[in-house]
């Protein structure tokens, strides 16, 4: 094999065996934290909970009993029922799928745009690096929450507009962290290499670059979906997110203020599921960022 095609296409069994050396010591220095793997703990449950809430949630998250309602905990009904008789902990469960949903499709929207285009302002530079972080500084300079609620409220309540307001005031933090682990090694001997051997600015980019802002950009998702949990809670609580009758969190919240002095549950216990897998990601997130960060790699 000739330098140019070592460079531009390793070994796929070399790249394959390093991969898998890099997990098998993640996850072992992972498991060494208590806290990180509580948060796993907690992040796991709510996947399990999201895939297996028909089977668990012992009633529908919908069904109404007006004879039944607000009722207190009890062993019929573990988290006690909301002002139209309906099972809460039945909702808490089914609200894990929305919670889920909303996060992972944030994610997928605003972490790989955020990556793009950090990576292209601080490889390319120049004219190109002053309009996009310009774009990018405009949007930053603004609350996550106040800029969402704009963009909910230019594109109308619901669910699917609440993920694309929410994903638009995210992408920017993961672009700024993008950018700067760019300009590390954007004139390091193996970009020039790559140059050198014919390599056009969008393999590099794409083959090289993109890989190398990965780990930093895993860290920033996983701490930032708390936030964006408390954002489409605060969106729901609003009104503004998911519509009755679904059983989002935030909504839940919001309907159950108004009895939170007598029936404490119906706000409470939704309230306790929001903060619960806020800690998790948080937990997870720290332990990522321990791995996966070379300085503390170094003082380990």
């Known amino acids: 094999m000739s ?65 039944g309602r607000l009722m207190p905990p009890s062993a019929a009904h573990w988290m006690g029922t909301d002002e139209l008789g309906r099972d809460i902990f039945s909702r808490v469960v089914y609200g894990a799928r929305i919670t889920l949903m909303i996060v992972a499709l944030v994610a997928i929207i605003s972490a790989p745009l955020g990556l793009l285009i950090g990576a292209v302002s601080g490889y390319f530079g120049g004219w190109v690096d002053t309009v996009l972080m310009g774009v990018t500084d405009v949007f930053l300079s603004m609350p996550k929450l106040i800029l969402a609620l704009a963009f909910v409220a230019a594109l109308g309540p619901g669910i699917e507009n609440a993920i694309i307001a929410i994903a638009i005031t995210a992408w920017p933090a993961y672009a700024r962290i993008a950018r700067a682990e760019t300009m590390t090694f954007r004139n390091s001997e193996f970009i020039a290499a790559m140059q050198l051997v014919g390599a056009s600015r969008t393999r590099i980019i794409l083959r090289h670059v993109l890989p190398l802002c990965t780990s930093s950009m895993i860290v920033r998702v996983t701490l930032d979906m708390a936030g964006i949990i408390l954002t489409a809670a605060g969106l729901g609580f609003l009104g503004l997110g998911a519509q009755p009758p679904l059983p989002e969190w935030g909504a839940m919240i919001s309907r159950g203020r108004v009895f939170i002095l007598d029936q404490w549950w119906v706000a409470t216990m939704p309230g306790f599921a929001i903060i619960i897998v806020s800690l998790g990601f948080c937990f997870l997130g720290d332990g990522l960022r321990d791995v996966l960060d070379p300085k503390q790699r170094g003082k380990s």
Request: hydrophobic share 50%; aromatic share 8%.
């Open 3 to 67: 330098t140019r095609d070592w460079l531009l296409d390793p070994s796929p069994n070399s790249r394959f065996q390093a991969s898998a050396g890099d997990a098998y010591r993640m996850l072992r220095d992972m498991l060494r934290n208590p806290l990180t793997v509580i948060g796993g703990a907690i992040i796991l449950l709510l996947i399990l909970t999201a895939l297996f809430a028909p089977w668990i949630a012992p009633e529908s998250p919908v069904g109404q009993n007006l004879e």
